[in-house]
């Protein structure tokens, strides 16, 4: 990437002064070329979480419930059900949400493929049968816990304050809390739920996860790709089709094939 940038900030500035910039030359855009493939390293893509985790995690309220948790737990299940980006679930406010009777509709204002800040709506189901993992059940447990109850431009999720003989509160502070800082969360709880491999999750994991599930649900690409935001089909590589789904185009090949026997 230096040596491309290098090579972009010749061509402009010959471009500027009215030359030919030598970096269109076919060699040098070849050595460039060589570079990147020298120099390149494999994707390490985090691996989906599984349902029987969401299971897991959903089901760790049930021994902790403590607004910590609620906080962690909910913030998973908004993830995976509205495929979103770290950056858009920590930039939720109190005010980007509706709750309907039978659904959320929360705003993204910004968002990575959103260049004109349009914003865009995501609609979250809720699940009466399976109230343990609905998202909808758990904002209400989140709210019942915190100052959210009202409509304002708080954010969602905000550092936890614990001071001695009170209950935890979320800070005053209308800061949400970084990166970083959900990332440690993260590991620390699948950790201590025994996973092993907790390293190979990240907090793309969910959205990924998400897609993952509705693909092998069959539910059709276009509707994940729009409640994933995705504007192109690099939607395809958050999906892992399972073993059946992967076995469909050979199937189908063999009972043809059969047919012409």
């Known amino acids: 990437r230096t040596l491309q940038s290098y090579a972009s900030s010749l061509k402009w500035l010959h471009f500027s002064m009215g030359f030919i910039s030598p970096t269109d030359d076919l060699f040098v855009q070849n050595v460039i070329r060589a570079a990147r493939k020298v120099t390149a390293r494999p994707i390490n893509k985090k691996k989906p979480v599984t349902e029987?985790?969401?299971?897991?995690?959903?089901?760790?309220?049930?021994?902790?419930?403590?607004?910590?948790?609620?906080?962690?737990?909910?913030?998973?299940?908004?993830?995976?059900?509205?495929?979103?980006?770290?950056?858009?679930?920590?930039?939720?406010?109190?005010?980007?949400?509706?709750?309907?009777?039978?659904?959320?509709?929360?705003?993204?204002?910004?968002?990575?493929?959103?260049?004109l800040r349009k914003g865009n709506i995501v609609l979250i189901a809720r699940d009466e049968e399976n109230s343990s993992m609905c998202p909808w059940t758990f904002l209400q447990r989140y709210f019942a816990q915190t100052d959210l109850v009202e409509v304002s431009d708080l954010y969602l999720f905000r550092r936890i304050i614990q001071v001695k003989n009170s209950p935890a509160r979320l800070s005053k502070t209308n800061v949400h809390i970084t990166y970083a800082t959900y990332r440690d969360i993260l590991l620390k709880k699948l950790k201590d739920l025994g996973y092993e491999d907790y390293k190979a999750y990240g907090t793309h994991s969910f959205r990924a996860s998400g897609a993952t599930i509705c693909a092998n649900e069959d539910v059709d690409l276009d509707l994940i790709a729009r409640q994933g935001r995705w504007k192109s089909l690099c939607v395809k590589g958050y999906i892992e089709l399972d073993i059946e789904h992967r076995l469909r185009a050979s199937r189908a090949l063999a009972k043809q094939l059969g047919k012409l026997w």
Do not use: A, Y
């Open 52 to 115: 029987e985790m969401m299971r897991k995690i959903c089901k760790s309220w049930e021994n902790d419930k403590s607004l910590g948790n609620t906080r962690f737990i909910l913030s998973c299940l908004l993830q995976i059900h509205g495929f979103l980006r770290s950056k858009e679930l920590l930039n939720i406010q109190r005010n980007h949400i509706t709750i309907h009777d039978d659904f959320l509709s929360i705003l993204i204002p910004v968002s990575k493929t959103d260049s």
